[in-house]
């Protein structure tokens, strides 16, 4: 694909801001249509569905925040000059063509979309029938700012498509993908891996766990704690599970003032078998795969461990990979804790709800990488970008 200068993409970028602000009634519209025909019983996915006035702020402060970042394409990584004279520059290249699968958020279309041309790559968004007309509606904005610049509206393209129209495409697709990005659940990403012929980046699940120490701050713990799940149920970055140490000096009556916390918040609990003695009225976890859940919803899992190294197993074992956190004033514990947990992003005394591109000073992100490869954590504008190594010579040989 042709390489655009940055000022054609800012300008692009620009456009899309002012276009947001100024049909802002147009999308509202659309989103309204989307809020009538969904089932409301599943309040995490409506949730992720609402557009309202700050939404659409959010989006157009979102688009500014990627205009006003240093053009990611042709940076320059390394330079070296051989002995025999090759002179090998590494700079920094797009990936092409990225189809990004998600569900129910409409801010994901702008974020996704932004990041995408910034960084000089088409973009496929597959949305979630639940937000077929807001995302359309984002669509047509976008294609209007890109007409507005005598730009191809395939840059942006908007893919209507039902599951298995979906699975067709993902076996024989009728362009050139690179990149496949699944953001939503276990099936999703196991869906399109079974079926994409080119890389995967999965946006893993959250399942996120929180560890209380027994040289923890108390009172810290419990405010995390319902920061953590309850500020946002709906998020990747929310709280499921919740491991108190049983060394804790007032173990027993810890654990009860946590349950009250969490009920006076609405939050059900489910405990392990070595918790539901004390938290007797508690129903006890059903089966072993609940500790693989990632709840989405005001519930939560409260079990207990006797060491570090049961707390880092437990979550190194059933944790999404995303997010866990620690709770301990002693700093050379914590340190060990954020060492050996295998998840994107690892915290000490602080809620796993600042796991996002925006808050981490990342800016919009395409989705939070469970990966390890190519980049792990939030897909910002600057990961959006692989490498390609130029190579200048006077007719050398290889020997």
């Known amino acids: 694909m042709k390489l655009l200068n940055t000022t054609i993409k800012n300008k692009v970028l620009s456009d899309m801001e002012r276009i947001l602000d100024k049909d802002r009634s147009l999308l509202l519209e659309a989103n309204k249509k989307d ?14 569905l609402v557009v309202d006035q700050k939404k659409v702020d959010q989006m157009i402060q979102a688009v500014k925040e990627v205009r006003l970042q240093e053009d990611p394409v042709n940076k320059e990584i390394s330079t070296r000059t051989l002995d025999n004279g090759l ?17 129910s958020r409409p801010d994901v279309t702008v974020e996704a979309a932004v990041l995408a041309f910034k960084a000089n790559n088409k973009i496929l968004l597959k949305g ?30 908007f893919l209507e498509m039902d599951r298995t ?30 079926h994409a012929k080119c890389a995967v980046l999965v946006s893993g699940r959250g399942n996120n766990f929180l560890y209380v120490h027994k040289d923890a701050d108390w009172k810290k713990s419990l405010e995390v704690i319902i920061n953590a799940k309850t500020h946002k149920i709906s998020a990747c970055n929310a709280l499921d599970k919740i491991l108190v140490d049983t060394r804790i000096q007032g173990y027993e009556e810890k654990l009860k003032e946590l349950q009250q ?65 620690i709770m301990t004033q002693d700093n050379s514990i914590a340190q060990t804790f954020m060492e050996n947990v295998d998840c994107a992003a690892v915290y000490q005394n602080a809620s796993t709800r600042f796991t996002d591109g925006g ?3 990342v800016g919009a992100e395409l989705a939070i990488s469970t990966d390890k490869l190519h980049h792990r954590g939030p897909l910002g504008l600057k990961q959006l ?10 007719g050398q040989v290889r020997i």
């Open 35 to 48: 809020l009538d025909a969904f089932d409301r019983d599943d309040q995490a996915l409506y949730d992720r």
């Open 87 to 103: 002179k090998i520059v590494n700079k920094t290249a797009p990936f092409g063509t990225i189809m990004i699968i998600y569900e």
């Open 128 to 157: 979630g029938k639940e937000a077929y007309h807001s995302n359309k509606a984002l669509v047509q904005f976008w294609h209007q700012a890109l007409a507005e610049n005598d730009l191809p509206s395939d840059f942006i393209q």
């Open 165 to 194: 129209q979906t699975q067709d495409f993902l076996r024989n697709p009728d362009q050139d993908l690179d990149l496949i990005v699944p953001r939503g659940g276990e099936r999703l990403i196991a869906f399109v891996k079974e």
């Open 261 to 325: 916390v969490l009920k006076e918040k609405g939050v059900s609990i489910l405990v392990d078998k070595n918790v539901q003695p004390i938290l007797s009225d508690e129903e006890p976890i059903p089966d072993a795969s609940v500790w693989e859940e990632e709840f989405l919803a005001m519930k939560c899992v409260i079990g207990a461990v006797d060491s570090l190294d049961g707390a880092i197993e437990k979550i190194n074992r059933h944790s999404g990979g995303h997010s866990a956190s």
């Open 359 to 361: 808050q981490m000073g």
């Open 385 to 394: 970008v692989t490498n390609k190594y130029y190579v200048f010579g006077d």
